[in-house]
C-alpha cells in the first residue's frame, strides 16, 4: 500500500492522506489537497511530489515556510516518521505497513530490508480537543467576519455564538429586520483594502465579490497588497452576505436574533472563554465593562479645551460624472466626499457647527420639531411629493421645505459640484463623528475558578476604535482587529485556561492600529494654517461662508487657483488612474458653481494624501514565526 501523510497536531489531526502518483498539496486555498485554515499558512503552501525513487517535499515561497523535524526546509526526500510543520498542522509521513520502505524500486537499487530506515510506529487515535466557547455581542460586518474567521481556522474546536438584537427569525435562518421591524439598514458604500480582504476566508472573499457586487474606484497603494486594488462595496451587501454564510454554519456558528445584554447573559458568560465585542461605537457591553478596559481619554483629540466633533450629512445620490472625475473632485477639497459603486452611493457634507443645528426634522401634524436625523440617525427617503420623509418617526426633513434655506442651498451646490441631478437625490442621513483615545483593548472579566475558565474580553472594530470616515478606514481597521483576534486565540488555545501573555501581539497590533489609523482621521478633522495655529476644517468652512456672505469674490482667481491644486492632485494620481480629465473639462465644470461655493472649497484645503496614503499597518508582522513577542510595560 502506497504511504500515508498523517495529521498529528490542529484541526486535521487523526485525518490521512494517500500519497501516490498525484502531487499532494497544501494550503489556503480550498482548492489543495490538505486544506489548511491557518492564517500563517499561504495559499499555495507546498506540495509533494513523486520523483525517481520516493517523495519529495517542496516549500513553495511560502511566507511563514514549511518545517520538517523541526528544520525549516525548501525542499527535502522524505523518510517515515518525519513530521511535517505547517502553520499550525503537524503531519507525520509514515508507510502503510511496518514492513514497507516509500523508496520505489529502481534497477540499480541494491538497498537490502536491514539497510531500510525503521518506520515510525503509527500515533494513538486522537481524542477530540477541549472546545473554546466564544461568544461574539454585534452581528455587523466586523463580528459575523470574526466569527467566520475563527470557525475557518479552529473549525470544531470553537463554538461560537452572536447576537444581534437587529435580527430575528425566518423560518430556520436568521435574517436582518426590516425598516418597518424598526431596522433601519446602512446603505452606504465602503472601501476595503486589499491587505484586509485578503485576509479572509476564500469561502467569504468568493461569496462577497462576484463580478457586479463591487468596483475599484480608488487606486491602489501603500495597502495594497500584490497589486489588489482597494474595493468598493454596500456595507448592507456586506452584512446580507455575511449572515448567509454564517446561516450555513450552524454546526460551529450558534445565532441569536436577540440584544446581548452582559447582566441578563452573565452566567452563560462566566462559562465561556471568550466575549468578543463588536456592537458600535456606542457599545453598552463596552461600557459594562469600563473597569476592565479603562476610560476613554478625549483630550488628545480637542482643541483649546473642546472635544472636536464633525457633523456630516449624507445624501444618497447617483451621479453622472466618472470614477477618476470624482475621485480627483473628493481629494481636492474637504467639504464633500463622495463614495460610491459605480455612480451609486452616499455624497457626504461636512456641515458647519451652525448648519449641524438645522438638522432636524418636523412633523407635519403636530407641527413639532424632531431631532431624529441627528441623533438615531434616521435615513429620510423622498416620498411621492418630493419630500424626505423618516418612516420611523413620521418626520419631514425640514431644511428641504423651507423656501431660502442657506444649508439646502450649499447641498444642491454639492449636488452639481459632483454631477448629480436633484432627482437623483433620494434620502438624507447624518453621522456625528468624534474619536477617542482607549488604554486597553483586552481584559480578564471573570477570574478563574474551579468551575470557571476565566474569561477574556476583547474590543473590535468600533467598539475599539471608532474612526472618522474621511481617510476611508473604519471598516478595514475593524477587519484587522478581528483577523488579530482569530488568529490569537487559534495559536493560543490548548485547552486551558488563558493567560494575559497569550495576547500581548493581539494588544500591540490593537494599539498601532488606534495610534496609525486614528492620526491619519486626525488629520480629516483639523488643518494647520500659515501661523502653526491648528483649526477644525468645520470651523474654517463656517468662516469662508462668513466671510463670502456679500463680499465681492473673484470667481475666475478662485477656478484658477483650484485648477492649480486640480493639476497637481492629477499628476499624482494619473499613473494609478486612467481616465482623468483634461484641464478644459474641469475648468467648464467649475463654472457650473457659484463664487461662494468655490470660495468654500478653497478654504476647506485639499486632502493631506501624505497622511492618508503613508505606510499602512501590518498586523501580519506579530503572527510570523520569527516575530518578537511584545514584552509589556511597567507603569512608572
Given at each position: ?9 490542529g ?30 499558512a499561504?495559499?499555495?503552501?507546498a506540495?509533494?511530489?513523486r ?30 516518521g ?70 475557518s ?13 437587529r ?8 435574517v ?42 480608488w ?20 452584512e446580507?452576505?455575511?449572515l ?17 445584554d452582559p ?39 480637542s ?17 453622472d ?56 440617525p ?78 477574556y ?19 478595514n ?150 516575530a ?9
Amino acid at each position: 500500500m502506497p504511504p500515508e501523510i498523517v495529521g498529528r497536531e490542529g484541526p486535521l489531526a487523526g485525518r490521512r492522506f494517500t500519497v501516490g502518483d498525484s502531487p499532494i498539496t497544501f494550503g489556503r486555498k480550498q482548492d489543495n489537497s490538505v486544506v489548511i485554515a491557518s492564517g500563517s499558512a499561504s495559499r499555495f503552501h507546498a506540495e509533494v511530489l513523486r520523483e525517481d525513487d520516493g517523495y519529495v517535499l517542496h516549500d513553495r515561497g511560502s511566507s511563514n515556510g514549511t518545517l520538517v523535524n523541526g528544520e525549516r526546509v525548501t525542499s527535502r526526500r522524505l523518510r517515515p516518521g518525519d513530521v511535517i510543520t505547517i502553520g499550525d498542522e503537524t503531519f507525520v509521513f509514515e508507510a502503510a505497513d511496518a514492513m514497507e520502505t516509500v523508496l520505489l524500486p529502481s534497477p540499480a537499487s541494491s538497498l537490502s530490508p536491514t539497510s531500510l530506515p525503521s518506520p515510525a510506529s503509527p500515533p494513538a487515535p486522537v481524542e477530540p480537543g477541549p472546545v473554546l466557547n466564544v461568544t461574539v455581542s454585534g452581528g455587523g460586518p466586523v463580528g459575523l467576519s470574526f466569527a467566520l474567521l475563527l470557525e475557518s481556522m479552529m473549525g470544531a474546536r470553537a463554538a461560537i455564538t452572536v447576537y444581534d438584537g437587529r435580527w430575528t427569525r425566518d423560518g430556520s435562518r436568521v435574517v436582518w429586520k426590516s425598516a418597518g421591524q424598526g431596522n433601519v439598514r446602512r446603505q452606504q458604500v465602503v472601501t476595503v483594502q486589499s491587505r484586509q480582504y485578503l485576509n479572509l476566508p476564500e469561502e467569504v472573499q468568493a461569496r462577497l465579490f462576484g463580478a457586479e457586487s463591487y468596483s475599484e474606484m480608488w487606486p491602489a497603494g501603500p495597502d495594497s497588497i500584490r497589486g489588489h486594488s482597494p474595493r468598493n462595496i454596500r456595507i448592507a451587501y456586506i452584512e446580507d452576505t455575511l449572515l448567509e454564510l454564517a446561516n450555513e454554519k450552524t454546526d460551529r456558528i450558534r445565532l441569536v436574533p436577540e440584544r446581548f445584554d452582559p447582566v441578563e447573559h452573565h452566567d452563560v458568560l462566566v462559562k465561556d472563554h471568550v466575549l468578543a465585542i463588536c456592537e458600535g461605537g456606542r457599545s453598552r457591553t463596552r461600557d459594562h465593562f469600563t473597569d476592565k478596559f479603562g476610560n476613554a481619554d478625549t483630550s488628545i483629540y480637542s482643541l483649546n479645551g473642546h472635544h472636536v466633533q464633525d457633523v456630516v450629512l449624507g445624501l444618497r445620490v447617483k451621479s453622472d460624472l466618472s470614477d477618476p472625475m470624482t475621485v480627483l473632485l473628493t481629494v481636492a477639497q474637504n467639504r464633500f466626499l463622495l463614495n460610491s459603486l459605480r455612480g451609486e452611493g452616499f455624497l457626504n457634507m461636512r456641515l458647519t457647527d451652525t448648519e449641524a443645528k438645522e438638522v432636524v426634522g418636523i412633523d407635519p401634524v403636530r407641527h413639532v420639531f424632531e431631532d431624529c436625523i441627528a441623533s438615531r440617525p434616521c435615513v429620510m427617503g423622498r416620498d411621492d411629493h418630493g419630500d424626505f420623509h423618516c418612516s420611523t418617526h413620521s418626520t419631514l426633513f425640514l431644511p428641504a421645505l423651507v423656501k431660502g434655506s442657506a444649508l439646502w442651498k450649499r447641498v444642491m451646490e454639492g449636488l452639481t459640484f459632483f454631477g448629480v441631478a436633484e432627482e437623483n437625490l433620494s434620502a438624507v442621513t447624518a453621522f456625528r463623528l468624534d474619536m477617542v483615545q482607549r488604554p486597553r483593548f483586552t481584559g480578564q472579566l471573570f477570574s478563574t475558578t474551579s468551575a470557571t475558565p476565566g474569561t477574556y474580553g476583547f474590543l473590535l472594530g468600533d467598539a475599539a476604535n471608532a474612526i472618522h470616515f474621511w481617510p476611508g478606514r473604519g471598516l478595514n481597521t475593524g477587519l484587522a482587529s478581528a483577523t488579530s483576534l482569530a488568529r490569537s486565540l487559534d495559536n493560543a488555545w490548548r485547552g486551558r485556561a488563558f493567560r494575559d501573555a497569550d495576547f500581548l501581539r493581539h494588544e500591540a497590533a490593537m494599539s498601532m492600529l488606534q495610534y496609525r489609523q486614528k492620526s491619519r482621521a486626525w488629520k480629516a478633522m483639523v488643518a494647520t494654517d500659515e501661523n502653526g495655529t491648528t483649526h477644525a476644517i468645520k470651523d474654517q468652512i463656517a468662516r469662508s461662508i462668513e466671510e463670502a456672505a456679500g463680499a465681492d469674490l473673484d470667481k475666475d482667481a478662485d477656478i484658477e487657483t483650484l485648477m492649480t491644486q486640480l493639476r497637481e492632485i492629477r499628476g499624482r494620481l494619473s499613473p494609478r488612474i486612467p481616465g482623468m480629465p483634461d484641464d478644459t473639462t474641469l475648468r467648464d465644470h467649475l463654472r457650473t458653481l457659484k463664487s461662494e461655493t468655490l470660495r468654500t472649497l478653497l478654504e476647506s484645503g485639499a486632502w493631506d494624501t501624505l497622511i492618508m496614503g503613508g505606510e499602512e499597518v501590518d498586523i501580519d508582522i506579530f503572527y510570523r514565526k520569527d516575530a518578537p513577542v511584545p514584552t509589556p510595560q511597567k507603569n512608572p
